[in-house]
């Protein structure tokens, strides 16, 4: 199993530019969510997704947009750059039974985005 | 939703002395309660976790300590080695609302040689 796939693992993009970072799993797990990590500070959820073709806001959704149209991928859509969305972002995953949140999830290797 | 907070933000320890990190949370109806480590340049890693129906969890040289009552859990770590420098995170799933882990601030843990 490779686990959690992010790719790119860097990118520079200008103000205004727009770019998908991309997040596969194959362990089969529903959940699926989408944290950023700024310098010295902790992981803010941006969206989350319970299964395919169903997601949701977290604590920091503007700017960014998603989709889960299979159970293995959940791509990260940022439409218009700004220089506030630099930051190290990380796909995780995990297998939730009846909505019990009780269980380890996986995290991918973290794409670093710059904008400048 | 959840409230997770977490102390202190850095920690320097000898290697051998132990380390202890705490975080309180806000819904007392929280019953799991995992700990993340995270290496430099990668994702966190589950390291131990523990459930609201035991106290204490050990696991080698570390362990979770959980007080309901005060609504606070504590990772500690015996005979700090260099490879265990790294940023730790607790974390406290929701009760209800987001179905997402909400992650504590985290502690950079440095173990002087």
């Known amino acids: 199993n490779a686990g959690v796939t992010q790719t790119p693992k860097f990118r520079i993009l200008k103000i205004g530019q727009s770019m998908t970072l991309q997040c596969t799993q194959d362990m089969n797990h529903n959940y699926m969510y989408w944290y950023r990590q700024d310098p010295g500070m902790g992981l803010k959820l941006i969206y989350y997704s319970v299964g395919a073709g169903i997601t949701d806001k977290g604590e920091v959704p503007n700017g960014y947009n998603v989709s889960r149209s299979t159970t293995e991928d959940f791509p990260l859509r940022l439409e218009l750059a700004a220089p506030s969305q630099t930051s190290v972002y990380f796909c995780?995953?995990?297998?939730?039974?009846?909505?019990?949140?009780?269980?380890?999830?996986?995290f991918g290797q973290g794409t670093r985005l710059t904008v400048v | 939703g959840e409230n997770v907070e977490q102390h202190p933000s850095t920690l320097s320890v000898q290697e051998g002395d132990s380390a202890v990190i705490k975080c309180t949370y806000s819904?007392?109806?929280?019953?799991?309660f995992p700990w993340y480590k995270q290496e430099l340049g990668k994702g966190p890693q589950l390291i131990i976790d523990?459930?609201?129906?035991?106290g204490e969890k050990k696991d080698q040289r570390i362990a979770v300590t959980l007080n309901k009552t005060a609504k606070h859990f504590s990772l500690h770590i015996t005979e700090t080695q260099p490879e265990d420098s790294a940023v730790y995170f607790c974390a406290a799933p929701p009760v209800t609302g987001r179905r997402a882990l909400t992650f504590g601030s985290g502690t950079r843990l440095q173990v002087q040689p």
């Open positions: 995780a995953s995990s297998y939730s039974r009846q909505g019990n949140m009780n269980t380890e999830a996986f």
């Open positions: 819904d007392s109806a929280s019953n799991y």
């Open positions: 523990i459930r609201s129906n035991v």
